[in-house]
C-alpha cells in the first residue's frame, strides 16, 4: 500500500512541476511570391502564433495554441539551456534568456514538384521568427 501511494505522490510532483513555457511570436520576415513581378520578394508578416513548449509525458513537445496534436518533438535542454525542435517549423528556444526563433522552409523547394508544381503566392512562405518564452 505504501509503494502505491509512494507511486501516485510521485506521479503528481512530476507533472505538477514539469517545466512549461509560453513562448509568443515578436516579429516574422522571410519571402512571398510576387505574382505581379513573377518572383519571389523579400516580406515583413504578421507575428501572432503562439506556441507551449512542455515535458509533461518525458519528452518536450512543440504545440501551436489551439491545437491538439504536436507541431514536433524536442531534444532536451544542453548545458546552454537550449533545445532543438526539429520539425515544421524548426524551433530553437533559450530558456536562460527567454528567446526563441523558428525557421520555417515553406513550399520554395517543392516547386516543380507534384507537391508544388508551380510558384504561386498561395504556397507557405519561407520564414524566420523570433519570440519570447515565460515559464508558467
Known amino acids: 500500500m505504501r509503494y502505491i501511494i509512494f507511486q501516485v505522490l510521485l506521479l503528481f510532483a512530476t507533472n505538477t512541476f514539469a517545466e512549461q513555457y509560453l513562448c509568443i511570436e515578436e516579429q516574422s520576415t522571410g519571402f512571398r511570391y510576387s505574382e505581379t513581378q513573377g518572383a519571389w520578394i523579400p516580406s515583413i ?22 491545437f491538439d496534436r504536436p507541431l514536433s518533438y524536442c531534444g532536451d535542454f544542453d548545458e546552454l ?56
Not at 520555417?104 to 521568427?129: E, M, Q, R, T, W
Open 45 to 66: 508578416f504578421k507575428a501572432d502564433d503562439k506556441f507551449t513548449l512542455s515535458n509533461s509525458s518525458g519528452k518536450y513537445e512543440l504545440r501551436v495554441s489551439g
Open 81 to 136: 539551456g537550449i533545445i532543438n525542435c526539429d520539425g515544421l517549423p524548426k524551433f530553437v528556444f533559450n530558456k536562460k534568456n527567454g528567446r526563441f526563433s523558428t525557421i520555417g522552409h515553406g513550399f520554395y523547394h517543392f516547386v516543380g514538384s507534384k507537391i508544388a508544381p508551380v510558384d504561386s503566392k498561395d504556397l507557405p512562405a519561407p520564414n524566420v521568427v523570433i519570440g519570447k518564452c515565460t515559464a508558467f
